[in-house]
């Protein structure tokens, strides 16, 4: 055997097939058919919007670098994953010059001048887009009209939901009538279609209106199954989100009395399940340990429900997910775990 | 028979690659030159006790240890000592070696005769005599673990039977080739210790071995068997004796403070054929395999064959070689040559492309806690990794526990940045030691001012 000169390393000597980049190429395919809905409800022009995000987003990051003299970083995807994200949350018909400027916000305020990835102390879209509604409120609250269930295809399907629809609601407001009590107020706010299954069947399919990103809760969840599948995100949080913020809609959201709240309709309202699945799960503004997940989405949840309820934001998701993400470094420090074996260990 | 097992948190599954499990062992004829370095276990280095030209016989002392709890080493071969001095070690560094030109006759030392003796103290003391050391890839004298400190008492004997690493498969021809001698082992350590029952644990990829071992173990009634499913590192000291047991073991304690001693089941198999023999440990199974190479085998050679004289055994290289490794690709030590000596401890060789080896570049981290996931430790590797970077080693180690790190490699493994956390830990643990023994001069020159 010929003498030969290795190169060695530090042991381990393997490693997953994971990478940065592969995680933001996962997250970008779930986001596809949030976006293909988006287009199909909105027109093309929603396509323009996602398009000048994602690429100002590169852009600026780019720029930011050379003009640093750092190291490339665009290669990682991080950029084009906020880029769409950002563009996703904007109302469908928004001139282009918002994204542009959300997106500029996002990466070179939030993102570059804090560290680059991994550093950033608030979800970089989130606060563009908290931004751009205080900046321009009046543009981020108009939205367009989608387009019509009753043309499509869906009304044949609705006819054979609405049956079943109509036949649990049936029988819940039976049991109910005899004694009223929150439990009852539950059922039926839980077996209460919004409105009737048509309207139901529009909010879940995507045929109503709201930012590009949440009118479709069907697209939503499909995304997220492709994150749980390909192992991007655990349940955990999105999880526990979800459950905080549908008890305090219910408690506190309805019309009439306390606990009368109408949990589906305001959970498919708003962006609510949008950001469960994309918001909650970001890696670098959510806490690392998963104690630290579950304080984080069970507060999220009541604060999207207070801001609901008692202040002037309809959706409320976006600060309720601002004001934890300023809570994670306190959360992280105070949870630091005990070692297996427990008690601190000496040094030395 | 047991209760339900523990399991640990974290963890990793590596592609296991055991394609060596179900083809027995093969004897590699003794080679032209043997290096046997006098540092083959924890503890200071032997002294060599020959010179060059000097004829030694096989199995006769060679290296004499230096200090409390070192192990002796003994000559593979019968021949002459051709060299004695610095030569190269896994690792890269260079110890104090002795090469021997094996002879053709391979006369065995009439000294060695088997250990009769029943007396258990003289029973430890004899397998000291043998260079016995952890054949698991640890290294640490078994003879002295056979003891435990006065305070502690034993009442249980794990025997390591995981073999979580990818690749490696050597003590899984152990438990199949040698099913029995490994339960006559068990039974001899028992009685040296007086400890009274055992658990051999297995992970389930080796369920040929289980079956194997679950019949044997059928005449021995204090000796029971194992399934543990299959995670790395489940073969970790801290992770088995949690599985098997529940029982924790505290932070900067010996597993002998919670009543268990853990031996490697080719370890116990060995202690069974130097007490019918008394051979000194000059001979190992050891697992040759990785993509780099035109075939893969467990190879039964004597210690001190040098790493280019088996990989030529068992067929050569296909490829040049990414890395080879000294161990599993796990814990294993990257070599630098192959003309270093395959020790006692040692249990496999990989020869690897980079089809196989991470050459990936550390980028930031992006706060994924895949790290805090897989961590066995319940640590937050991210952050130790960021403090020691930062230099600030005392705040990773009181705030984050950077001495409970068992280096086991899950993190650096899990990471999609590709950042070297197992890595900085070593330095991180290093730059400690030298805090500490800083602090140690300072106080030492303190009091050598106070005495005047």
């Known amino acids: 055997m010929d003498n030969i000169f290795l190169t060695a390393r530090s042991s381990p000597h393997i490693r997953t097939r994971i990478s940065t980049r592969t995680i933001m190429l996962d997250v970008c395919i779930a986001l596809l058919p949030i976006s293909l809905v988006g287009v199909y409800q909105f027109g093309w022009y929603v396509l323009a919007i996602l398009a000048t995000s994602v690429a100002t987003a590169i852009l600026t990051e780019y720029l930011y670098t050379i003009f640093m003299k750092k190291e490339l970083t665009i290669t990682d995807g991080s950029a084009a994953v906020t880029g769409l994200l950002l563009g996703l949350f904007l109302p469908p018909a928004v001139p282009l010059w918002i994204p542009v400027l959300g997106s500029i916000f996002a990466i070179l305020v939030v993102k570059c001048l804090f560290g680059g990835i991994g550093q950033n102390f608030v979800n970089p879209a989130l606060a563009a887009r908290a931004m751009l509604m205080v900046s321009w409120p009046a543009l981020m609250t108009t939205f367009a009209a ?15 939901a609405s049956i079943l629809g109509q036949t649990v609601a049936g029988s819940a407001a039976a049991d109910a009538a005899s004694v009223a009590t929150p439990l009852s107020g539950l059922e039926n706010s839980l077996v209460n279609w919004p409105g009737n299954t048509m309207e139901f069947m529009a909010k879940f399919l995507g045929y109503s209106s709201g930012v590009i990103g949440e009118v479709s809760s069907l697209a939503i969840l499909i995304g997220a199954a492709y994150l749980f599948i390909r192992k991007i995100i655990k349940p955990t949080a999105p999880l526990v989100f979800i459950a905080s913020f549908s008890f305090f809609a219910w408690m506190w959201l309805g019309s009439e009395t306390l606990f009368s709240g109408n949990v589906l309709a305001e ?61 994670v470094p306190l959360i992280d420090r105070i949870l630091v775990p005990q070692a297996f074996g427990g008690k601190k260990a000496k040094h030395g | 028979m047991l209760k339900t097992l523990k399991a640990f948190k974290g963890g990793i599954h590596p592609p296991g690659h055991k394609e060596t499990q179900q083809e027995k062992s093969v ?17 200071a280095p032997c002294t060599p006790v020959v010179k060059k030209g000097d004829r030694v016989l096989r199995g006769q002392l060679i290296g004499e240890p230096k200090d ?26 260079h110890v104090v070696s002795v090469a021997i030109k094996p002879d053709e006759e391979q006369e065995t030392d009439p000294a060695i005769a088997p250990i009769t003796t029943r007396d258990r103290a003289e029973m430890i003391q004899a397998i000291r005599a043998s260079g016995l050391v952890g054949l698991g890839g640890a290294g640490f004298p078994t003879w002295f673990k056979l003891t435990p400190p006065s305070e502690h008492k034993f009442d249980t004997l794990i025997i390591n039977g995981a073999e979580c690493e990818p690749y490696i498969t050597s003590d899984y021809r152990e438990m199949v080739e040698n099913t029995e001698n490994i339960l006559k082992g ?37 000796i029971d068997v194992i399934a543990l499913k299959t995670r790395y590192p489940q073969g970790g000291e801290k992770q088995l004796i949690y599985t098997t047991t529940g029982r924790v073991v505290e932070a900067g304690q010996l597993p002998s403070s919670i009543g268990v001693l853990v031996l490697s089941i080719s370890t116990v198999s060995y202690v069974h054929t130097y007490l019918q023999t008394g051979m000194p440990l000059i001979e190992r199974r050891i697992t040759v395999a990785g993509d780099a190479l035109n075939a893969e085998k467990n190879v039964i050679l004597p210690v001190g064959t040098l790493v280019s004289d088996v990989l030529d055994f068992v067929g050569g290289l296909k490829a040049k070689p990414t890395r080879v490794i000294m161990g599993g690709p796990m814990n294993g030590v990257g070599q630098f040559t192959l003309d ?24 930031p981290c992006i706060r994924c806690a895949r790290c805090v996931q897989v961590c066995p430790m319940n640590l937050l590797p991210l952050d130790i990794n960021n403090k020691i970077l930062q230099g600030k080693v005392l705040e990773a180690a009181d705030k984050y526990h950077l001495m409970s790190c068992i280096e086991c490699g899950c993190c650096s493994y899990a990471c999609p940045a590709a950042r070297n956390l197992v890595q900085s830990f070593r330095l991180g643990k290093a730059e400690l030691k030298a805090v500490a023994a800083r602090a140690a001069k300072v106080e030492q020159a303190k009091t050598e001012v106070a005495r005047g």
Not at chain 2, 27 to 43: A, D, F, S
């Open chain 2, 340 to 363: 270093n000596a395959i020790l006692k401890q040692s249990n496999a060789i990989l020869a690897l492309t980079d089809e196989k080896v991470d050459t990936k570049e550390e980028s």
């Open chain 1, 267 to 327: 959970l498919m309202f708003g962006a609510v399940l949008f950001a469960a699945f994309f918001m909650i799960t970001d890696y670098t503004t959510t806490p690392m340990t998963r104690t630290g997940q579950i304080i984080f989405a069970a507060g999220a949840g009541f604060l999207t429900a207070v801001i609901r309820s008692f202040g002037s934001y309809p959706e409320g998701v976006m600060y309720a997910i601002l004001l934890m993400n300023l809570c």
């Open chain 2, 186 to 222: 068990i039974e001899d350590v028992l009685y040296m210790t007086g400890i009274p029952r055992a658990i051999i644990g297995i992970e389930d990829n080796k369920r040929k071995a289980i079956d194997r071992l679950i019949q044997a173990a059928e005449k021995h009634p204090n």
């Open chain 2, 27 to 43: 004897h590699m004829p003794m080679p032209e030159k043997l290096v046997i370095p006098m540092q083959q276990h924890i503890g």
């Open chain 1, 146 to 160: 989608p387009r019509d269930l009753r043309n499509s295809w869906i009304p044949w399907i609705a006819d054979k």
């Open chain 2, 68 to 93: 409390r709890i070192s192990a002796p080493i003994h000559a593979s071969a019968s021949g002459t000592v051709t060299a004695v001095g610095p030569m190269l070690y896994a690792g890269g560094r």
